[in-house]
């Protein structure tokens, strides 16, 4: 198992579009954060305080309008509730912070997921388009030990781009904004509409970890559908498709209960963060149920049309 591994990621590591993709996540982080960094305001001159005020003069004016819809109205509520809480208990935004930089390249974590749903869907697919497969399949390794060695070797590449994109934002915006305020306490509103405090890293780490959960998703469906078909661009450019109308899809449909079946509902968990769920009812213990079952479901697929696949030219 061990070789297969090694074998595995001998042939993502040697390809020039691996390392490009790597210099493509850092160069794109880096923008982003300087862009954000130099078209903050109070960034620049750290009045966050004045800024703060300033919004809360804006939502109550704008919450005057009689013809603002109410749902409208309770999230400019909340806003106000979190900018009192922040002046009134003298606490920063999260991007006057160190950890600024991390959860605004949190956003970021969509490259990842395309970059290594890339590599999935050319990973079974490859071997077929490119006629290697008969040489992989004539290893006394089963057929079920070189699937499980390319699924792994997907996912350790994974934890490297985003070992690579958290590294790049903590350094990079340590150096824009300072190593300071570690211990800055992480703010929201909840459902009760009342302002929680917790813990800056924990946010962090739940923050990565939710948005994580989509990745191993959309790669497990990239991976399943490589093994459907034969052609590395076809099963790339559908990984890709499904990924993106999903997401649409989902938004549009969540206004009917039984949207909260489908995968692109729950595959984003970081709505679970602030307690405010896609559609009203659904948990995050249900969510991760439904995930589990299309998880299950993917990876017997690709282990079942792999098995059964013929090889012969």
């Known amino acids: 198992m061990f070789n297969l591994l090694r074998n595995e990621n001998m042939k993502i590591y040697r390809r020039l579009r691996t390392w490009m993709l790597i210099g493509i996540l850092i160069a794109l982080t880096s923008t982003v954060l300087i862009l954000i960094h130099y078209n903050t305001p109070s960034l620049q001159d750290g009045n966050w305080q004045a800024e703060t005020q300033q919004e809360i ?14 749902e409208m109205k309770s999230d400019f509520s909340d806003r106000q509730l979190l900018a009192e809480y922040r002046i009134t208990n003298n606490i920063p935004p999260t991007e006057h912070s160190i950890w600024g930089g991390a959860l605004n390249a949190a956003n970021l974590i969509i490259i990842v997921t395309i970059f290594t749903v890339i590599i999935a869907a050319d990973s079974v697919a490859g071997e077929f388009g490119g006629g290697t497969i008969k040489l992989l399949l004539i290893r006394p390794a089963s057929r079920s030990k070189v699937l499980l060695s390319k699924y792994i070797s997907i996912f350790v590449f994974s934890v490297l781009l985003l070992g690579v994109l958290f590294s790049s ?22 459902q009760d509409h009342i302002v929680h405090e917790a813990n800056i890293v924990g946010h962090v780490l739940s923050t990565y970890g939710y948005m ?54 729950n ?15 659904m948990t995050l213990p249900f969510s991760i149920t439904v995930l589990i079952i299309y998880f299950i479901v993917f990876n017997l697929l690709s282990w079942f049309i792999f098995k059964k696949r013929d090889v012969a030219s």
Do not use: H
Not at 58 to 67: E, F
């Open 212 to 265: 994580c959960v989509e990745l191993i998703m959309m790669v497990t469906l990239a991976f399943m559908l490589s093994t459907v078909f034969r052609s590395s661009s076809l099963a790339i450019s559908l990984s890709l498709g499904v990924m993106f109308v999903g997401a649409t899809i989902a938004g549009l449909l969540s206004r009917y209960s039984w949207a909260k079946y489908l995968l692109f509902t």
């Open 169 to 190: 934002s903590f350094l990079l915006w340590g150096f824009l904004e300072g190593f300071d305020n570690l211990d800055i306490p992480y703010i929201f509103v909840g």
């Open 267 to 281: 595959t984003d968990l970081t709505q679970y963060l602030n307690d405010k769920p896609m559609i009203e009812g």
């Open 57 to 70: 003069i804006n939502l109550k004016d704008t919450m005057k309008d009689n013809k603002l819809p109410d």
